[in-house]
């Protein structure tokens, strides 16, 4: 589902540093990318001097950061795996990453028993993910009103922008939680102009788009117009407002 992503990739790569620096990852640390995409997490890691492993599960994506980790002349360990099943030993790493990544792991509490598994007691996690009440959190919500129901039991990936939730599946085994606020910035000429990218890049957008262009194309057009009402309200001098959710914690 991701395999168009990769031109959204110019937009991440600021954000993965705020993500790097928010973990204070060091040189000589053992780093874990979950869900690294085309790995500017795991390179900017990396480039700092941490030991650095990333995985995903879109080949292609993979393709691409290794790709960029030759460019950039550092050495990164990338792994196709899951989230919910982290090919690795336990109490491996001294920093799990995630940036808007894990959140798409079907099994919430899953994907984060798995982070820290592979965490060493005294190891930070850290990940990054979208607020519910602002632009891309909203967007989520949108976009599920004109999609099918998920599967019984599969949460939305927008919960993991509320704080309450991430303390609830941290749970007893970290301490330490802080969160902070960052902004994302994408270039749009316009609400239609940003629309038509999201609909070339994002995944489930772009499957929501095939699938109601082939059943119901006015419900399709009634989408693209609140899509682009939704996003003037982030829109300023040709930049769309992204902000997202940094947490970091660390395992007792």
């Not at 990338?78 to 990544?101: H, I, K, M, N, Y």
């Not at 820290?116 to 979208?130: D, E, N, S, Y």
Request: with cysteine; glycine share 6%; proline share 9%.
């Amino acid at each position: 589902m991701w395999v168009s992503f990769a031109p959204l990739e110019a937009g991440t790569i600021p954000a993965a540093a705020c993500l790097v620096q928010h973990a204070e990852i060091k040189p000589g640390m053992r780093v874990l990318d979950v869900g690294c995409g085309t790995g500017v997490v795991a390179i900017t890691a990396a480039r700092l001097g941490a030991r650095t492993s990333a995985i995903d599960l879109t080949p292609q994506l993979l393709e691409r950061a290794r790709e960029n980790a030759r460019i950039s002349e550092v050495e990164v360990d990338f792994l196709e795996a899951d989230a919910e099943e982290l090919p690795f030993p336990g109490a491996q790493f001294d920093a799990v990453l995630s940036q808007f990544a894990h959140i798409f792991a079907p099994r919430p509490e899953v994907a984060i028993a798995e982070m820290l598994r592979v965490l060493k007691p005294g190891g930070t996690i850290a990940f990054t993910t979208w607020p519910p009440e602002l632009l891309i959190g909203q967007s989520f919500a949108l976009t599920a009103r004109y999609m099918p129901p998920p599967p019984p039991g599969v949460a939305s990936p927008v919960l993991w922008g509320d704080p309450t939730v991430i303390r609830q599946r941290l749970g007893n085994g970290v301490k330490d939680i802080h969160f902070d606020r960052e902004v994302m910035l994408a270039p749009g000429l316009s609400p239609q102009h940003y629309r038509s990218n999201v609909e070339r890049t994002v995944g489930p957008i772009i499957k929501m788009v095939e699938s109601l262009s082939a059943t119901a194309p006015n419900k399709l057009e009634e989408f693209r117009r609140e899509f682009e009402a939704l996003v003037a309200k982030y829109l300023q001098d040709n930049l769309v407002q992204q902000g997202y959710l940094m947490t970091r914690a660390t395992k007792i």
